[in-house]
């Protein structure tokens, strides 16, 4: 065979291995092709997206990406509809660009914010909401939730926990008053903490009024007139309610018309439970309020209302056999249960030492109510100086207010005659009475 016939022969050799490998080849390649479009349609779109790696096919590897972060972000969207609400917003975060996923880390811190809120967790609902700023209605729900804690705070005041309270009012900042609550919590914890620090003391200060300031004291708040002297007047309120704390509106009524020149004790409780040991420390708390003033407790009045009443009665049984003195008047502003629970009127001892102590009684009451009622009757036989106040107003709290409206406490201080009002008629009891007939 001569060397010409053996190139031809060589060359179309490697022409046909060539061809035989370049087919093989495509084969190859269509089989992955093939395969990763089955990968796809199974979702694993990991998996083809390394075979399209290997193919070199970028375009494809590109599409992979998006179904893979497609899937993440349907996933991630599942996730916080059924309140996983962490680890959606993990994966929304892995998503970084890619369409609104960074819209949905807010959602899911959004959604959270709302949970935490309807589940009462006040304190981290208003966290989360504040750090959404203005995303969505974050900023109206801040405001919603600021109410409740407020309120919150407001009801654990007035089932007497002031560490608590103090710790709400303190979340909101400046919502409302809520600085100047926070400060009254906080003075009314230290108070109870020591009840011997002294009452007249910025730390304490609960309120300034033109005729003087109120302060917190361990067992109420104590009113101090601007210039106490030998004749500044003394009075203690005895509050209503079953020995509860309630909200004092009357504070402000009976400061703004009868606050002359008298520190006046605002008992927190009535001391129901224990009348005679509420006594005890009201006339203490009044004592040393008078003390740092450098006078000395003289004459004093006592008021008490509704349920109040009945303690009232008591201090000034309790302060005549412990003092010697006797209190001058006991106001008493429609007594609870019209009088009927006689467990907790004056027994006919207690009569007895009022009738020698020559205190009023001044018994302000809707009409229908006097000798007819057991307790009021044994005072009047019992020798009492009792004052039946009828009130043609009959409202319950009416009473009350209508008399420190009127100035009937400086009546009873005797600063001013007896008020003249259609509202009042005035009847004096004595054993011989009939009223009401």
């Known amino acids: 065979m001569n060397t010409k016939r ?18 093989l080849d495509m084969t190859a390649e269509k089989r992955l092709e093939t395969r990763a479009e089955a990968l796809i349609a199974q979702g694993d779109f990991e998996g083809a997206q390394e075979i399209y790696l290997e193919l070199g096919d970028m375009d494809r590897v590109r599409q992979c990406m998006e179904l893979i972060r497609n899937r993440s972000y349907n996933d991630a969207a599942a996730l916080l509809e059924s309140g996983e609400f962490s ?13 609104d996923a960074k819209n949905m880390v807010s959602e899911c811190d959004y959604r959270l914010a709302l949970y935490l809120f309807g589940s009462g967790d006040l304190p981290a609902a208003r966290e989360a909401f504040e750090k959404l700023g203005s995303y969505s209605d974050s900023a109206a729900m801040l405001e919603k939730t600021n109410a409740e804690i407020y309120a919150r705070a407001q009801s654990m005041m007035l089932a007497n926990n002031y560490a608590d309270a103090l710790s709400f009012f303190s979340l909101v900042g400046d919502y409302l008053d809520a600085p100047v609550m926070a400060d009254r919590c906080s003075a009314r914890v ?18 300034r009024f033109s005729t003087g300031n109120l302060y917190i004291a361990d067992t109420g708040y104590v009113f101090i007139p601007n210039a106490p002297d030998e004749n500044t007047d003394f009075l203690i309120f005895f509050p209503g309610g079953r020995d509860i704390e309630e909200p004092r509106d009357y504070i402000y009524n009976y400061l703004e018309a009868s606050s002359e020149n008298t520190v006046t004790l605002f008992l927190y409780k009535n001391g129901l439970g224990d009348m005679y040991g509420k006594c005890k420390e009201a006339f203490d708390t009044l004592d040393r309020a008078a ?71 001044w018994l302000l009451e809707q009409y229908g109510v006097g000798m007819n009622r057991s307790g009021i009757n044994l005072m009047a036989y019992s020798g009492c100086r009792v004052m039946m106040i009828v009130c043609a107003n009959q409202d319950h709290n009416s009473i009350l207010y209508d008399a420190l409206n009127c100035g009937m406490v400086n009546y009873a201080f005797g600063r001013t005659g007896p008020i003249e009002s259609a509202n009042y008629s005035y009847v004096n009891l004595s054993p011989y009475s009939t009223y009401p007939d």
């Not at 053996?6 to 087919?23: Q, R, S, Y």
């Not at 009945?310 to 106001?331: C, D, L, N, Q």
Request: hydrophobic letters at 50%.
């Open 87 to 99: 680890a959606a917003k993990d994966i929304f975060i892995s998503l970084g660009d890619y369409s």
């Open 6 to 23: 053996l190139l031809v022969i060589i060359f179309l050799t490697v022409i046909l291995a060539a061809a035989v490998w370049f087919v």
């Open 190 to 207: 230290e108070a109870e903490a020591d009840p011997n620090r002294s009452i007249i003391d910025s730390a304490n200060l609960y309120q």
């Open 291 to 361: 003390s740092e003033c450098g006078i000395a407790v003289r004459d004093p009045v006592i008021c008490g209302t509704s349920m109040g009443a009945y303690p009232a009665m008591r201090a000034a049984v309790y302060y005549y056999e412990t003092y010697g003195k006797a209190v001058m008047r006991v106001m008493c502003f429609d007594a609870g249960v019209d009088w009927e629970e006689e467990e907790l009127t004056l027994d006919a001892r207690e009569c007895k030492v009022m009738a020698e102590a020559g205190t009023e009684f």
